[in-house]
């Protein structure tokens, strides 16, 4: 039977940040991580505080629509969606998604250049700032979070540790 130092000394082998490190690190994750704010622009238009996005333009124009007349004419031309703003006309901001890994923190990136301007200049009167608009698109909200780690990080996780232990 183990005594209870060989036990404790197995329990010091134990590095979680490793671990997350680890399974977020692995393609599949990050992209699951990216499919959840795809997922959330894409069905519901809103930013990591639930906020729905809302064009500067069509935040002028009577209606409370989500975007400018004349760019919900074009979409509808293109046969996209005009319900709400879901930063994927042509797909490039979408297919730009990366989750770059730092050495404390991962960062999840995206090309929000749009011709000679961004598209954060869209949102100039909701957010104090590009950076601000940034981050508050490439984050998830709590509760997609909470699903992801659940869901599709937790046990991958937990499997890590046990292969510390081995």
């Known amino acids: 039977m183990p005594k209870f130092d060989e036990?404790?000394?197995?329990?010091n082998k134990i590095n979680a940040n490793k671990a997350f490190?680890?399974?977020?690190?692995?393609s599949d994750v990050q992209a699951a991580f990216i499919?959840?704010?795809?997922?959330?622009?894409?069905?519901?238009?809103?930013?990591?505080?639930?906020?729905?996005?809302?064009?500067?333009?069509?935040?002028?124009?009577p209606g409370g629509d989500f975007y400018s007349k004349h760019t919900q004419m074009l979409k509808q031309q293109k046969g996209q969606t005009i319900t709400h703003v879901n930063l994927?006309?042509?797909?490039?901001?979408?297919?730009?998604m990366r989750i770059v890994s730092k050495s404390l923190y991962f960062n999840i990136t995206a090309n929000f250049n749009k011709g000679e301007?961004?598209?954060?200049?869209?949102?100039?009167k909701s957010y104090k700032s590009q950076e601000a608009f940034e981050d508050a698109v490439l984050k998830l909200t709590e509760s997609e979070f909470n699903t992801f780690f659940n869901v599709i990080v937790k046990d991958k996780i937990t499997n890590e540790i046990i292969k510390q232990l081995l």
């Open 117 to 124: 301007s961004t598209i954060a200049a869209n949102f100039k």
């Open 35 to 61: 499919a959840f704010l795809q997922r959330r622009l894409e069905t519901a238009g809103t930013d990591s505080e639930g906020e729905k996005l809302q064009t500067d333009t069509a935040k002028i124009q």
């Open 88 to 96: 994927k006309d042509t797909s490039e901001f979408y297919n730009s």
């Open 21 to 26: 490190f680890v399974v977020m690190g692995r």
């Open 7 to 11: 036990i404790a000394k197995d329990f």
